[in-house]
């Protein structure tokens, strides 16, 4: 039992894998077997002359063993990796290490590379998918029968859902957008712990997406400290980075950034939307027109009782207050009227 939780510990942490350099290994391997088959041509020669019988079964074994079986199952033990890229190894179907870094490697022939995701797409390219001829398709299909796709890519990747229609805090549709910048970190997690780790991306994203689109409305039409979807877009975001790194953290991915690149309301309610939006702009408007125009008013009446030019009674103040919150307040501009009597 002991043992049996030993290697599921281990399939889950990664094991970085000192792989012995790939030239110095092909090279002696070539002049190997090139020896083995001289050896075996001489052996040949040599059993056939009757000279030194025994030694010439001994090289045609030898050079018939290394030159056709044994050199020829070293050359797939030669790989060779690019900048961040990484190779999983399993050996007889256990996890053997990851090997990493660039450079050219020899590694156990018998080693095979995983990558259950190899030929897997993220939703961004799936039109591009649509469009790849028979002879690209046959050709990835090649490429993924050598290993070639079997890599893991340790750069930063961008995961650019499609648009969704989701229901905020308020009830209301909105059509959102996000775009996940993440990568790699744990090949182990993410080739052994699960089945396809670009599609756990995908559904992970999704999720944590309504999740969260749910927390808060869309807009509010106060003047309230209410944390919104447009107007709060900076702490959504990093509301959502943290609640997707939760989620595929049993993957071994990073998420290096998260953030909204499209935000609306649905089709059905848009129109209304942007009436309650033009009516709240107006309202806010008229409010600041008011408050301006009141202040005016009362200046207008403090510098006419301190310069002492006229005197008014409360019925001639209320007229000219009401004068002045006409033309002020007014959408057109007013019609000066000349009074040639007198005021009283």
């Known amino acids: 039992m002991a043992n049996v939780v030993n290697v599921a510990r281990n399939a889950s942490e990664e094991i970085e894998l000192k792989a012995m350099r790939g030239m110095p290994c092909m090279i002696m391997n070539i002049v190997a077997t090139a020896a083995a088959i001289v050896a075996f041509v001489f052996g040949v020669i040599m059993i056939d002359s009757g000279d030194a ?12 063993a290394y030159g056709f079986v044994v050199g020829p199952i070293l050359f797939p033990g030669l790989k060779a990796l690019k900048p961040n890229e990484a190779l999983v ?15 050219f490697f020899w590694v156990n022939p018998f080693c095979i590379s995983v990558n259950p995701a ?24 090649m490429q993924i029968a050598m290993g070639e796709s079997r890599k893991l890519s340790l750069k930063v990747m961008t995961l650019n859902n499609e648009k969704q229609k989701i229901n905020d805090q308020l009830g209301n549709p909105i059509i959102i957008g996000i775009v996940v910048l993440w990568k790699v970190i744990n090949t182990a997690k993410a080739v052994f ?14 999720s944590a997406l309504r999740n969260i689109v749910s927390q808060y409305p ?3 039409a106060g003047h309230d400290n209410e944390k919104t979807l447009r107007g709060s877009s900076m702490e959504v975001a990093a509301r959502l980075k943290d609640e997707i790194q939760q989620k595929v953290e049993i993957a071994g991915l990073e998420i290096v950034e998260a953030r909204i690149t499209h935000l609306s309301y649905s089709e059905e309610i848009a129109a209304v ?3 309650r939006q ?22 207008a009446l403090d510098r006419l009782n301190d310069k002492e030019i006229v005197h008014l009674d409360e019925e001639r103040k209320a007229a000219m207050v009401s004068n002045l919150l006409v033309v002020l307040c007014g959408n057109k501009d007013a ?9 009283y």
């Open 273 to 275: 939307m942007l009436q």
């Open 89 to 103: 190894l399993t050996l007889f179907g256990r996890y053997y290490g990851t090997l990493r870094g660039a450079g």
């Open 193 to 206: 712990d699960v089945d396809n780790f670009k599609e756990f991306l995908s559904v992970q994203c999704d």
């Open 335 to 343: 019609q000066p009227i000349v009074n040639s009597g007198s005021i």
């Open 53 to 64: 019988h025994a030694l010439g079964i001994v090289l045609t074994v030898v050079g018939c």
């Open 278 to 299: 033009q009516a709240s702009a107006i309202i806010d408007a008229r409010q600041m027109i008011v408050e301006g125009a009141v202040g005016m008013v009362e200046m």
């Open 218 to 220: 869309y807009d509010t």
């Open 118 to 141: 190899a030929g897997a797409s993220l939703p961004q390219v799936a039109t591009v998918k649509q469009t790849i001829s028979v002879g690209e398709n046959a050709v990835k299909g």
